[in-house]
Structure formats: structure tokens, C-alpha cells
């Protein structure tokens, strides 16, 4: 437990990588949100046709999928399916006490992958651009995960 306090360097890294993508998955969910208002449109559930102070003019079309909603609700989702593991692993991965200039390369090149594939989709690439970050975001914790295996079994 020496290896998990912002003493250690590996750890600082992982706390402001972690905080990073703690806001970048509020922040899509936020997103999201505004897109939904701004629209009007890209309702997710029948309730929220209720007639409300946000909801003025309900409209069964607004159930309707709005891909400018519905974008934002896929980066949510793929968030949410890639930086979970990412918590898990740099964490152990911190326990292991890697060197440090592994821990950032790993860790920041991880948020800077994330970052990308957010530009990569918000912008409508095509899947080869988004499949590329999302595939060093996910070599990069898969490489952690073998590392820290490595480290406890060896």
C-alpha cells in the first residue's frame, strides 16, 4: 500500500489519467444531454414524452433515433466499455510499482488515445481512424493487464 499515495509518481500519473477520463465520461454524458435539448429530438424512453418544464411540446417523433443525439450516446456507450478497464488495470498496474517513464507513456498515451477517438467520432471519420485509437487505447491496457500478471506470477 507505500506504491498507492500521490508520493509515488506512478501514482500521481495514474490519479490525474484517472481523473481525465472520469471527466471525459461525465462530460459525454453531458454532452449527450445538451444534444437531446438542442434538438428536441433522440429521446431514449417513452416517459420522457410527459409534458414538463424541459419537455414544452411532447411529440412521439422525438423517440425517434437523431443520429446528432445518437452519436454522442455511442461515444458514450464505448466510453463506458474501454475506461472502466482502464481503472482497474492502471490501478494494479500502480501496485506493481512499474517505472515511471512506463506508467506515463502507458497511462497518458492512453488518455490521449480516448481524447483522439472522441475527435476521430465526433468529427465522423470512418471506422478505420476510430478503430486505430481504439485499438492502441486497447493495447495499451491489455499490455498493463500481461505486465501486472507478469509482475504478481513471476
Sequence with gaps: MDLLNLENPAFATYTVASSLM??????QGWM???RML?????????????????NKKPN???????DYVDRS???HRNDLENIPAFWVVGL???AVNP???????LMYGFVAARLAHFFAYASKQTHEVRATFYTIGSLI???????TLWMVLA
Design 22 to 27: 472520469a471527466l471525459k465520461v461525465m462530460g
Design 32 to 34: 449527450t444531454v445538451y
Design 38 to 54: 438542442k434538438s428536441a429530438s433522440g429521446l431514449a424512453s417513452p416517459e420522457d414524452l410527459q409534458l414538463g418544464f424541459i
Design 60 to 66: 412521439p417523433a422525438q423517440l425517434e433515433v437523431n
Design 73 to 75: 450516446r455511442r461515444m
Design 92 to 94: 494494479l498496474f500502480v
Design 99 to 105: 517505472a515511471l517513464w512506463l506508467a506515463q507513456s
Design 141 to 147: 491496457v491489455i499490455y498493463m493487464a500481461f505486465h
